[in-house]
């Protein structure tokens, strides 16, 4: 790779057209499917997309909703939980995670992740269930795109009798020693936002489980509690997925594998050019029982990472820092008395992470170029 020779172009973080271009026509005939027949909110459509995500999760069910964070809120208010209690998860991570959970009047409660994997870190999530009594579930998010370790979590989740709700959005059709994302848990929560591997041209979300009751109650949730016509067993929101969005991420889901696959190739074409380049960054492992990871993010590690994501942008390459606050110390959690160094593998990570472009539709030379001129930025600070 070159040091100071290479020609600027544009990569974004992540360019939905080219996606969209090669699946344009049938994405219109879908939406046109759909507005010919004017059944807009749920219906056929979302009972079908339901059926193929179940499919697809390996779960029994799949219930549609309007978005990931409601995903979250209804899976926790499916299982009864509220006030006065406290559900522990990570502090790195969106912040929908734990909003939903203030959301429904319960408390978050935190536990550092593993640096290697973003993801919680079983050995601290032991200590946390030990010292608080009131945890009533455990929220494990796949961040990223790969598996929490969840074999050790849902152990130490059943040694409590504790639910454990799979915070799977953005992780799609990642495994977990062969087991898909949102079939390990009670209940997954996936987000069709458009930037999620499978997303919607708009805003969308879904449940798996594979408890018919808990689907039962998922179900009427959604559309305020109601099992019957104007009746309504509980106090649900209404949270439909529409038939629009069901219709066009049922094309895209034909996508999916594929995008996953290209995905995969740019992150190990990624690391091969990081690993044989002299640019001091980490790049993401992916560790043995992670068996499928799906790369909603390739984010490589770096205490150099303010300059580097500014040069990188002057250079026409678009990154993100996912996440630059943890959520223990977000101004609306202060009063959950955390302070800074609490969670320190997050707080670290939240200053080194840098997020690049992974999509599918990348070529060999965009990552060449990104990969080069990372190493010219590190070339350049040295002399
Ligand atoms: C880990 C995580 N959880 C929850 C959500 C919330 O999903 P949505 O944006 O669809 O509400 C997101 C989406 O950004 C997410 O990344």
Redesign the pocket.
């Known amino acids: 790779m070159g040091q100071a020779s290479l020609a600027v172009r544009a990569i974004p973080l992540l360019n939905l057209r080219a996606q969209y271009q090669a699946i344009r026509e049938e994405v219109m005939a879908a939406m046109a499917r759909v507005v010919d027949s004017q059944q807009f909110i749920l219906g056929e459509e979302v009972r079908e997309l339901e059926k193929e995500i179940a499919a697809y999760c390996g779960t029994q069910y799949a219930i549609g909703c309007a978005?990931?964070?409601?995903?979250?809120y209804l899976a926790l208010l499916a299982l009864g939980i509220g006030q006065g209690d406290e559900v522990l998860t990570s502090p790195f991570?969106?912040f929908?995670?734990a909003g939903e959970i203030a959301r429904v009047g319960a408390v978050p409660v935190f536990a550092d992740i593993d640096e290697h994997t973003f993801n919680l870190d079983t050995a601290l999530v032991a200590e946390r269930l030990a010292s608080h009594p009131k945890i009533r579930a455990i929220i494990p998010?796949h961040?990223f795109g790969a598996c929490a370790d969840m074999d050790p979590l849902c152990e130490l989740a059943a040694g409590r009798g504790l639910p454990v709700i799979e915070?799977a959005?953005?992780s799609i059709g990642a495994e977990y020693k062969g087991r898909r994302a949102g079939s390990m848990g009670r209940v997954g929560?996936f987000?069709?936002?458009p930037?999620?591997n499978l997303g919607a041209c708009g805003?969308?979300?879904i449940l798996t489980t594979s408890d018919p009751q808990l689907a039962g109650r998922l179900g009427a949730l959604r559309v305020h509690g109601s099992t019957d016509k104007y009746v309504h067993q509980w106090v649900g929101i209404n949270s439909r997925l529409d038939a629009l969005q069901a219709a066009v991420l049922r094309v895209k889901l034909r996508y999916l594998d594929g995008w996953s696959a290209g995905r995969k190739r740019n992150a190990e074409c990624y690391r091969g050019r990081l690993a044989g380049s002299s640019a001091p960054v980490i790049t993401p492992v992916s560790t043995a029982y992670q068996t499928r990871h799906v790369y909603n993010q390739f984010t490589i590690r770096c205490p150099e990472r303010d300059g580097l994501q500014a040069y990188l942008k002057e250079r026409g390459i678009g990154t993100e820092i996912y996440y630059p606050l943890p959520l223990h110390l977000q101004p609306c959690f202060a009063d959950l008395g955390y302070r800074k160094g609490d969670f320190p593998v997050s707080e670290r990570m939240a200053g080194e992470c840098l997020s690049l472009p992974v999509q599918a539709e990348l070529a060999e030379d965009d990552i060449d170029y990104v990969c080069g001129t990372i190493q010219s930025f590190y070339y350049e600070s040295s002399i």
């Open positions: 978005s990931g964070s409601d995903a979250l991570t969106f929908a995670t998010v961040l915070d959005a953005q929560c987000s069709f936002y930037t999620k805003d969308g979300g």
